[in-house]
Every structure is written in structure tokens, then in C-alpha cells.
Nanobody, 112 residues
């Protein structure tokens, strides 16, 4: 079972930035699609961004132009750079591996 460990969450003011990281234990990391999801209180988990094995990306409309997903296959890590954060971005962010594994989640809170 692939293990995913997220880091980088925290409290930030509106307009600020955060960078999330997700380190995978998968030795074949480079061939799998990776994604970030988020779940706000009382809401369903939703896809934020994904990146394929060849580096193609896709984003939720709500984060286009503000968030960037990237990967470093040598470090078996996927990143989510979040800029121009809004209060509605507040949620627990989860890393997801194409094979089905989920990270434990990292809290992002955007508040003044």
C-alpha cells in the first residue's frame, strides 16, 4: 500500500500563499496520476487539481489561475502552489494517488 504524507498547510490571510507537498512511498511514482482534493466543513470532497504521468494538468474552475500543481518524480513528491487565497479555499486538503491511496489531510485556513 502506497503511503502519502502531506505537509505545508496552515493559517494564512486572504491574498496570501501556501505551498502544499505530498511525499509518496511508491517506487513507481512517476507513472501514476496524482491529484489534490479538498473538503470544507459540511461539503463533499472535491477535486482541486490533477497532474498526469506526462505532466498534463487539470484544475477546478474555482482555482484556475491561482493554484498550480507540479511534481518532482526524483523526490516522489507532488506540490500544490496556492496563490491569492480566499476564505472559501478553507478546507482540509488531501493528496490522492491514482492507485487509490489517500494522504491524512492537511488543514488550510484562510482568514484575517
Amino acid at each position: 500500500q502506497v503511503q502519502l504524507v502531506e505537509s505545508g498547510g496552515g493559517l494564512v490571510q486572504p491574498g496570501g500563499s501556501l505551498r502544499l507537498s505530498c511525499a509518496a512511498s511508491d517506487s513507481n511514482f512517476s507513472v501514476y496520476r496524482m491529484a489534490w482534493y479538498r473538503q470544507a466543513p459540511g461539503k463533499r470532497r472535491e477535486l482541486v487539481a490533477l497532474i498526469t504521468a506526462i505532466g498534463s494538468t487539470n484544475y477546478a474552475d474555482s482555482v484556475k489561475g491561482r493554484f498550480t500543481i507540479s511534481r518532482d518524480n526524483a523526490k516522489k513528491t507532488v506540490f500544490l502552489q496556492m496563490n491569492s487565497l480566499k476564505p472559501e479555499d478553507t478546507a482540509i486538503y488531501y493528496c490522492n494517488h491514482e492507485g487509490g491511496a489517500w494522504g491524512q489531510g492537511t488543514q488550510v485556513t484562510v482568514s484575517s
